[in-house]
């Protein structure tokens, strides 16, 4: 049988080429296709993407070798708060503050723009000897045979590998082609997001405001900017969406207060509908989903990509080992060290994130005073919230090397 690759993953958003300096790195060959044009995603203009990467998260990119053409770009966590808000009351008092000086490992995380960690997984996975990148070209069908899996692409190119690793979005065509069912629901939430500019620092404050449709995080970037995830029902979110800038900018000054002082837009408005969406298996013969083609979830904790690097993580380190051991990386029982190692973490970070979304996105005075207490609790309590700040920064559960930072 003639291989075209070791393994052979279907998208290259975040996700996939994580996955393909990781398995890279360890002398795997790999092949990964991607529909948009290279360097779609990485281009000059300050589109107001990015996402809160927990610690573990940097330490996955420092060990890949890209953290060192981000790190200059990037801003650090230093402080998480998180209040209660009304519209046009502003944010109540913090609930819960955590500061990265309470635990030893340095910031809980950095925020990312989009266009910079695009760029530089780019330029790593182009100047990677064992990863070949075919960009503008879709998997439109996969069929798997004994020892082999074999991806037929629009360009009507085909690719034939041992595995076949789906990092393609939440709409998963791989798992689909697989026959992976999917469950979860729609949230009725859609997140809006953009950058703004501020005229006071924030000082590495990333701020969470619970409003009763849902919550409104501001998260700091380089200078004196921050991104914006603000989150409504899809009715109100459709409405405020289509004010021009400026009545964009009066619906949300009430509900952000005034304590960066005067806000203006820095770039492009988005939304994004919500929904919760699990892949029935992590796996199939010869296959594997990593990222939110496993598990598209709410972006409430900011967890979506970081539960993905965790996916690469282990996926990388399991299929390391069993080629060390001498075995067969498309084979079920190797494959099933992978699910087991993440399917309850994921089902864990789901149920938090699932009962959070519950817990505050409502104007219930009952659960409002009972979650304040709660969180009053925790405030209250250095080892808890020390504990929180862990688990913000990653630190927590059974981490796979590459989160350490340690190669595999
Ligand atoms: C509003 C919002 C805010 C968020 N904030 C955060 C945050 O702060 N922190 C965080 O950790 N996460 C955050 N997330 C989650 C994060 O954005 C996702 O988890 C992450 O982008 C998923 O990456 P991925 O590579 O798995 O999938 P994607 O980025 O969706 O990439 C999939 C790729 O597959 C390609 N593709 C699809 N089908 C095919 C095919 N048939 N053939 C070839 N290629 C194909 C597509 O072109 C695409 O490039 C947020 C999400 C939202 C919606």
């Known amino acids: 049988m003639k291989f075209d690759a070791d393994i052979l993953i279907a998208g290259g958003g975040l996700n996939g080429p994580a996955l393909a300096l990781a398995l890279g790195d360890t002398g795997f060959k790999v092949t990964m296709v991607d529909a948009l044009p290279k360097g779609a995603r990485g281009g000059d203009d300050f589109d107001g993407r990015g996402y809160a990467l927990a610690l573990a998260s940097q330490r996955l990119l420092a060990a890949l070798g890209v953290w060192s053409q981000i790190a200059a770009d990037a801003q650090p966590l230093l402080d998480i708060r998180i209040s209660d808000g009304r519209p046009g009351e502003g944010p109540g008092p913090f609930i819960l503050e955590f500061d990265h000086a309470e635990i030893d490992e340095g910031p809980m995380g950095y925020m990312v723009e989009d266009r ?46 041992r595995l076949v690793v789906g990092c393609d979005g939440r709409r998963s065509g791989t798992a689909e082609r697989a026959g992976i069912g999917r469950h979860g629901h729609d949230y009725g939430q859609t997140s809006l997001v953009c950058a703004i500019d501020h005229a006071l620092p924030h000082n590495g404050a990333a701020h969470q405001f619970f409003m009763p449709a849902g919550p409104l995080a501001i998260l700091p970037l380089p200078g004196r900017q921050c991104s914006i995830v603000w989150t409504e029902t899809h009715e109100e979110a459709a409405r405020i969406h289509g004010l021009d800038d400026a009545g964009y900018l009066d619906e949300l000054r009430p509900r952000f207060g005034s304590f960066l002082g005067d806000i203006g837009l820095a770039g492009k408005r988005f939304t994004y509908p919500l929904n919760l969406t699990i892949a029935n298996s992590f796996i199939a013969d010869r296959l594997a989903l990593v990222g939110d083609a496993a598990h598209g979830m709410h972006p409430i904790a900011g967890q979506g990509l970081n539960a993905g690097f965790k996916d690469v993580a282990a996926l990388a380190e399991v299929l390391t080992q069993a080629r060390r051991r001498g075995e067969d990386i498309g084979r079920l029982d190797v494959l099933e060290r992978y699910q087991e190692w993440r399917r309850f973490d994921v089902a864990q970070m789901v149920a938090a994130t699932e009962a959070t979304n519950r817990l505050f996105s409502n104007d219930n005075p009952i659960l409002r005073a009972t979650r304040d207490i709660g969180l009053g609790i925790v405030n209250a309590l250095p080892g808890l919230r020390r504990g929180f700040i862990r688990e913000a920064a990653g630190l927590t559960g059974d981490l796979p090397r590459l989160l350490q930072g340690r190669q595999i």
């Not at 760029?119 to 879709?138: G, K, M």
């Not at 996969?142 to 590998?161: D, F, I």
């Open 116 to 161: 910079f960690l695009s760029r530089a997984f780019l330029s790593a996975v182009e100047a990677h000897p064992n990863v070949t990148l075919i960009d503008q070209d879709s998997v439109v069908a996969q069929e798997v045979a004994p020892g082999s899996v074999t991806l037929t692409l629009a360009s009507g190119k085909s690719l034939t590998g």
